[in-house]
């Protein structure tokens, strides 16, 4: 007001500042001072808050699927059944010697001795740091609609670059936590990480090493959809460990004068690991951080139940699963476990047609009836699969759990019947219509901006369906362009048909994918031609190793790559621009 006053000629008639404030709209429309307001400038004071969900077509699917879950579990119960929910925390920064660095954890105001400073380091680039993960092994309800969130909570704390998380290190976690567990069922729901995802055959591998040493009648392993992870009670946890993280400052201890200097060369984690003869001191050094986190986790409670700390998982308790793995699947090629490798091994895939029943957001096992493979059943009837959600007939809700006790389909799921936008391809003389999502994409796209194989720029992997989707930009990035894309990438999760930037981000106009793809749409033309990436990824299912089809080339200019397992489930090749056509 005193800006605009001074620039008003002389005996200008000024308004009250309270007069002025009347003008704005009322912070609560509801109150009795709102009266007074005419919200002439529709302006008001906000708080910002942290609530935006990211939609996905599967989230009402796996909002269904989960509720089955939980119905399942009322319905066996805590004698019966464990419920584990899992998931890790985000990482804990850890300063270098004598530069103690903040956790980030906003708090109160804490008592300190009134002749020091409480004081530290508020950098976000650090080379150590710790990631605790949560398990909560739910105390079951009686009724579906109670919370879940109750019971123990186990955490481990984990050393970020030499103990990172994984699929092995996951399992024999929950093998060492459960070993005295006399229940017989394993309901196990996650937020569908890279270390948790079922899709994974290393997750899957891990799940059937879980069934194997705990000698369980049945396993069901549930996520959620995409961008949904704060559906998974685990979550709930991370907010009262955070109580333990406020006002603190870590800095790990120093080591020898040779792993210092050593350790000054490299300037990020995969560095670091990749200096093996770093890794005993580096651990060591982490060790007083690890105790302090550690304490503080014990003084907390989840609703009268002290949190517990587990020991980390030892090398040797991983390696211990991983030959009780190699023993059970003797061709199992344990260094490499990918869809590629898993599909060669005659023992596993046999196993698990015979055990194993595999869904997009489930995977379940049990035992069979062959008392040379699995003991026998402590129950009389054997452990029943979890059924698929399946649509009313009004098609806007999902049937209640009794409904489709016995229904197995996952007709259901959304992402499963969307259209890819690509035909396959026709053996006859007419010409087949392939990737005609480019002309579509070039139309909706708002920003006028050809997603065309010039404009590629960089790739982003899908963390549900691991194919690589192309980024584009009008202009060739600059280096301050390319660190934000690698750091988009490394700090969010992308699915197939998601924008990559978040809303606010300098680079939303400027950084485009396309969002008409699924995950079931296949590989883009533009990925091969602006050599990106390895082109030998198959285009139906992204496994490396694939070839074209040799006999295709001689009627087509350009035939993208199919692997035989994709063949042999009876998908085509993927073909365009014929010879002799234009």
């Not at 699995?374 to 009004?394: G, K, M, R």
Request: net charge positive; with cysteine; hydrophobic share 35%.
């Amino acid at each position: 007001m005193a800006q605009t006053t001074e620039r008003c000629p002389e005996h200008t008639l000024v308004p009250s500042p309270s007069l002025v404030r009347l003008q704005f709209s009322p912070k609560n429309p509801y109150s009795k001072t709102a009266l007074s307001f005419t919200s002439k400038l529709k302006v008001q004071y906000k708080i910002q808050r942290r609530q935006l969900r990211a939609d996905h077509m599967d989230q009402h699917y796996a909002a269904a699927q989960f509720k089955y879950l939980r119905e399942l579990a009322v319905e066996l119960g805590n004698e019966k059944a464990i419920f584990l929910f899992a998931d890790d925390k985000a990482k804990i920064p850890v300063g270098e010697p004598g530069l103690a660095v903040s956790t980030g954890v906003r708090g109160k105001m804490a008592l300190t001795p009134s002749t020091t400073t409480l004081v530290s380091l508020d950098h976000d680039m650090t080379k150590a740091s710790l990631t605790p993960s949560v398990n909560l092994i739910c105390s079951i309800p009686s009724g579906v609609s109670d919370s879940f969130v109750q019971g123990r909570v186990i955490t481990t704390i984990n050393d970020s670059v030499f103990e990172g998380s994984s699929p092995w290190r996951h399992s024999a976690c929950v093998v060492k936590f459960l070993k005295d567990a006399s229940q017989t069922v394993l309901l196990l729901y996650t937020d569908g990480g890279t270390d948790h995802r079922h899709t994974l055959e290393a997750v899957r591998l891990g799940l059937i090493c879980i069934f194997k040493e705990l000698n369980l009648e049945g396993i069901i392993a549930g996520r959620c959809a995409p961008g949904h992870s704060f559906t998974n009670p685990a979550e709930r946890v991370m907010s009262v460990l955070n109580l333990g993280l406020q006002n603190c400052s870590l800095e790990r201890s120093i080591m020898d004068l040779a792993s210092e200097v050593s350790a000054k060369r490299y300037g990020s984690m995969k560095e670091l690991r990749q200096h093996t003869a770093l890794r005993d001191p580096w651990k060591e050094s982490v060790v007083s951080v690890k105790h302090i986190i550690a304490n503080r986790f014990r003084r907390l409670k989840l609703k009268d139940s002290p949190i517990e700390v587990m020991d980390t998982i030892t090398d040797h308790e991983i390696d211990l699963l991983q030959r009780h793995a190699q023993a059970l699947f003797p061709g199992m090629n344990l260094t490499k476990v990918t869809k590629e490798t898993t599909s060669k091994c005659a023992e596993y895939t046999a196993w698990k047609a015979a055990h194993c029943r595999e869904r997009h957001y489930t995977f379940q096992i049990r035992k069979c009836s062959d008392p040379d493979c699995c003991l026998p059943l402590a129950s009389p009837t054997n452990f029943a699969w979890l059924p698929d959600p399946v649509l009313d007939e009004d098609g806007l809700h999902y049937k209640s759990y009794k409904e489709v006790a016995d229904l197995l389909t996952e007709d259901g799921r959304p992402s499963l019947t969307a259209s890819t936008k690509s035909k396959k391809v026709e053996t006859g003389k007419k010409r087949p219509s392939n990737f005609t999502t480019l002309s579509i994409e070039e139309e909706n796209n708002g920003n006028g901006v050809p997603l065309t194989t010039q404009n590629a720029r960089s790739v982003v992997e899908c963390v549900e369906c691991r194919k690589p989707r192309l980024i584009y930009s009008r202009h060739k990035l600059t280096d301050r362009q390319m660190v934000s894309v690698a750091t988009l990438i490394t700090g969010f999760e992308y699915t197939c048909g998601s924008p990559l930037c978040p809303p606010g981000h300098p680079q939303v106009s400027n950084l485009l994918v396309r969002r008409g793809l699924t995950c079931q749409a296949p590989i883009e033309l533009a990925y091969y031609a602006a050599m990106m990436g390895p082109v030998d990824l198959c285009a139906h299912c992204s496994t490396s190793g694939a070839d074209p089809k040799t006999s295709l080339k001689k009627q087509y200019k350009t035939v993208l790559p199919i692997c035989r397992g994709c063949e042999g489930n009876g998908k085509t090749p993927i073909v365009a621009r014929p010879h002799g056509k234009k």
